[in-house]
């Protein structure tokens, strides 16, 4: 069968990357592929997947935790619908709780809204679900209905869901239905990377991961959304919240019960020494305590949960049931995991929070990738390669590491490490921000047209600004804290509306904007990252390098100097993202030339180290 590429022309870098995909699902392997901004990774691995699931019959499973990157994937399959006159049947989705079309449920937690969407169901209370099945069965009109979907696929799923709910389905388990006719599913991380919910999903679409190839985008994501995932914790907010809730459904005993939770908490705290603010806690001690103090722990498990199942069929969410999953997170968590007890700040007042905190993310990945047909992690920032290889626990025999070249000019772009400042904590004084400031504001004036400046925290960003936003000649945008969808489209369109006099948009790295947006040509001009955005050394972090300094000999790499280094080369990726497109890169910060953190810059950056930035910048957009 001819390779299902949907474009004239193959780029010499993406063939490279469709010959070593073929490979790779040919011999059953697993490929990590670093490959820059412009290869064009999509439409390389979905015509490489899709022709070979096409003549196998096997699935594909595109993953990824971007809304953009929907788009792009179902255009890729439009096209080669089109030019190949190949039937292609597709599913696409996201959240389960963003397809319903139930209103006042977007602000429940995610567990919440699982049992209540289970409870309706159940109880025969959906009208979206109804119309679907009849017991088991599917209903005539769903049918009728799934053949129009058939029709108009692929289609995104911001259509599908407009379809549905203007039918009185319900988007999500229609798109379920539709995925068991699938050859190929959009999906996030969270459909087959968290436990539960891939025993589910899989049940439901009717597929198996043995019979699947699985392309995971943007795969530097996936360890954080896995540890955050397989996260849980509680806090005096949500203990009093419980207790609360408790009471107003007459459930004063449990109410009692949660209330001693809540003083087993708050003499914790008589365990801080020398100032301070979070201990470790060890798994047993605090189960050895419910049982002295309350009573058997699974029963009180067991209780919790039954009465926060209730409460729901009522409230649609249920704090008292959220204790109950907490606990039973607890007792369940092994190995891969932390248990820290902190003192936070919250609204001004003080917080008491038991966390627990998935370390290895490979607790959820390996299984799947020992299972799977074949599988292509890919990222424009996925070095070293064997790092993601060791930390998704993925099998050293069957998995190729590969790095791929930059498509673009190198001559298009001019990358600079200016060495006079740093944003080290030690040296974090108000000298040391005029001089960052006065360095962003020089940088920012020489380049010509948008420039977009990233730092570690929103409190250098806002100490740093604050001296250079009344000298610089430009307007400033300064990215504000959790931005929604329409927030971020209007801000970014705002600033991309002064690309011709030129604006600098002020803000942070793994922020709103360091990773999933596209400003190609004019849109922006240059990128400077203040500092290196190393994790706060919290215990979290530092039982992160202890974990895998013990399983990789690799801890302080893997768990804290590689990620920092990754999300600066993301940040700075937003500069060039085409052929055409010129720009600076300046890094401002003395540790950037230092061995460890040097050696994780791209080489094709060529990389120069200087204390005269602005006249190498104005030598560059003259020549």
């Known amino acids: 069968m001819k390779l299902l590429f949907p474009f004239d022309n193959i780029r010499k870098s993406q063939l490279d990357l469709i010959d070593?995909?073929?490979?790779?699902?040919?011999?059953?392997?697993?490929?990590?592929?670093?490959?820059?901004?412009?290869?064009?990774?999509?439409?390389?691995?979905?015509?490489?997947?899709?022709?070979?699931?096409?003549?196998?019959?096997k699935d594909v499973f595109f993953l990824t935790s971007k809304h953009t990157q929907h788009h792009i994937v179902i255009e890729t399959l439009k096209k080669i619908k089109n030019n190949f006159n190949v039937d292609i049947i597709s599913a696409d989705f996201i959240g389960k709780?963003?397809?319903?079309?139930?209103?006042?449920?977007?602000?429940?937690?995610?567990?919440?809204?699982?049992?209540?969407?289970?409870?309706?169901?159940?109880?025969?209370?959906?009208?979206?679900?109804?119309?679907?099945?009849?017991?088991?069965?599917?209903?005539?009109?769903?049918?009728?209905?799934?053949?129009?979907?058939?029709?108009?696929?692929?289609?995104?799923?911001?259509?599908?869901?407009?379809?549905?709910?203007?039918?009185?389905?319900?988007?999500?388990?229609?798109?379920?239905?539709?995925?068991?006719?699938?050859?190929?599913?959009?999906?996030?991380?969270?459909?087959?990377?968290?436990?539960?919910?891939?025993?589910?999903?899989?049940?439901r679409i009717e597929k198996d991961i043995e019979n699947s190839i699985l392309i995971v985008d943007e795969a530097q994501n996936l360890p954080n959304r896995i540890r955050n995932v397989l996260s849980s914790k509680i806090s005096t907010f949500s203990l009093k919240a419980a207790i609360r809730e408790a009471d107003r459904f007459d459930y004063l005993e449990i109410g009692d019960e949660i209330n001693i939770i809540l003083d087993i908490l708050n003499n914790l705290k008589f365990?801080?020494?020398?100032?301070?603010?979070?201990?470790?806690?060890?798994?047993?001690?605090?189960?050895?305590?419910?049982?002295?103090?309350?009573?058997?722990?699974?029963?009180?498990?067991?209780?919790?949960?039954?009465?926060?199942?209730?409460?729901?069929?009522?409230?649609?969410?249920?704090?008292?049931?959220?204790?109950g999953s907490f606990l039973e997170d607890w007792i369940n968590s092994d190995e891969g995991y932390s248990r820290i007890f902190k003192i936070t700040n919250w609204k001004g007042n003080e917080q008491l929070e038991l966390n627990i905190s998935c370390l290895d993310p490979s607790v959820s990945t390996k299984e799947i990738f020992d299972l799977c047909h074949s599988s292509i992690l890919m990222s424009g920032t996925l070095t070293p390669t064997r790092m993601y290889r060791d930390i998704f626990g993925m099998d050293e025999k069957r998995t190729m590491c590969k790095e791929y070249k930059n498509p673009f000019l190198?001559?298009?772009?001019?990358?600079?490490?200016?060495?006079?400042?740093?944003?080290?904590?030690?040296?974090?004084?108000?000298?040391?921000?005029?001089?960052?400031?006065?360095?962003?504001?020089?940088?920012?004036?020489?380049?010509?047209?948008?420039?977009?400046?990233?730092?570690p925290s929103y409190y250098l960003r806002d100490q740093v600004t604050n001296y250079f936003e009344r000298k610089i000649n430009k307007k400033i945008f300064i990215e504000e804290r959790g931005m929604n969808k329409k927030e971020k489209a209007e801000f970014l369109e705002k600033f991309k509306n002064y690309s011709d006099k030129g604006a600098v948009f002020s803000g942070v790295v793994s922020g709103n904007f360091s990773e999933g947006i596209d400003l190609p040509g004019k849109f922006l001009n240059g990128a400077i990252v203040?500092?290196?955005?190393?994790?706060?050394?919290?215990?979290?972090?530092?039982?992160?390098?202890?974990?895998?300094?013990?399983?990789?000999?690799?801890?302080?790499?893997?768990?804290?100097?590689?990620?920092?280094?990754?999300?600066?080369?993301?940040?700075?990726?937003?500069?060039?993202?085409?052929?055409?497109d010129r720009g600076v890169i300046v890094l401002l910060d003395e540790r950037f030339t230092w061995k460890n953190y040097f050696k994780c810059l791209p080489t094709d950056w060529n990389l120069i180290v200087t204390k005269e930035p602005v006249r190498r910048i104005k030598d560059f957009f003259k020549s």
Request: proline letters at 3%; a positive charge; one cysteine or more.
């Open 20 to 57: 070593d995909v073929k490979k790779a699902i040919k011999s059953k392997k697993h490929i990590i592929a670093h490959a820059p901004t412009g290869i064009g990774k999509t439409a390389a691995t979905v015509s490489a997947a899709l022709t070979y699931a096409i003549e196998n019959d």
């Open 410 to 455: 190198k001559s298009n772009k001019l990358s600079l490490i200016v060495p006079d400042t740093t944003t080290k904590y030690t040296r974090r004084k108000e000298e040391e921000f005029k001089k960052m400031a006065t360095w962003c504001e020089s940088i920012s004036n020489s380049i010509t047209g948008n420039v977009a400046i990233f730092f």
């Open 97 to 203: 709780k963003w397809m319903c079309p139930i209103s006042d449920i977007k602000n429940l937690h995610s567990r919440d809204f699982s049992e209540y969407c289970h409870d309706i169901r159940k109880d025969d209370r959906c009208k979206f679900y109804k119309k679907i099945k009849n017991k088991t069965k599917l209903t005539k009109e769903a049918e009728n209905f799934l053949e129009k979907l058939k029709e108009i696929s692929p289609s995104h799923v911001e259509n599908l869901i407009k379809h549905s709910t203007s039918e009185n389905f319900c988007p999500y388990y229609i798109s379920s239905e539709l995925a068991k006719n699938s050859r190929i599913i959009i999906a996030d991380y969270y459909h087959l990377f968290h436990p539960s919910v891939r025993k589910a999903f899989l049940l």
């Open 530 to 580: 203040v500092g290196i955005p190393l994790e706060k050394p919290d215990l979290v972090t530092k039982a992160l390098i202890d974990y895998y300094d013990r399983l990789f000999g690799e801890g302080w790499n893997y768990g804290y100097v590689y990620p920092a280094m990754n999300k600066v080369i993301q940040a700075c990726g937003r500069v060039i993202r085409s052929e055409t």
């Open 271 to 323: 365990q801080f020494i020398d100032g301070n603010k979070e201990i470790y806690i060890d798994k047993e001690d605090f189960i050895k305590t419910i049982n002295e103090k309350i009573r058997d722990y699974n029963e009180l498990v067991g209780d919790l949960l039954l009465i926060g199942e209730k409460i729901r069929t009522e409230n649609k969410r249920s704090f008292v049931g959220s204790i």
